[in-house]
């Protein structure tokens, strides 16, 4: 399926590298899983989101799991079908999700 961007690529320094270290963190816990905190909120880590951090490929997720200093202004995702391509660079991409990610990531596809 071809991805159609939803926004203009912006750029939000250091995010990758976020993103790359949350990863490795929740890979670490129970289940995958960093529990909610004050200031951060629950996080599930997915093999195909670790495999791409770890071999410095784009990682793919949804738009409400980047952090809100990250978030692009020019995207409405109150209904969540948006996803973002984090490129190793801090750029994202936002796209709208078919529900086949969605699918995917919850073990239904």
Do not use: C, N
Not at 65 to 76: F, H, I
């Amino acid at each position: 399926m071809a991805r159609v961007a939803e926004a203009v690529p912006q750029t939000f320094t250091g995010l990758y590298g976020f993103l790359v270290d949350r990863e490795e963190e929740a890979h670490r816990q129970p289940g995958g899983v960093l529990p909610w905190k004050p200031g951060r909120p629950r996080y599930d880590s997915r093999p195909e989101r670790l495999e791409a951090a770890r071999a410095g490929q784009p990682i793919d997720l949804p738009l409400s799991e980047l952090p809100s200093w990250a978030r692009p202004t020019d995207v409405d995702d109150r209904a969540g079908w948006h996803r973002a391509v984090v490129a190793p660079g801090d750029t994202i991409a936002v796209y709208v999700d078919s529900g086949e990610m969605w699918l995917r990531e919850a073990g239904l596809w």
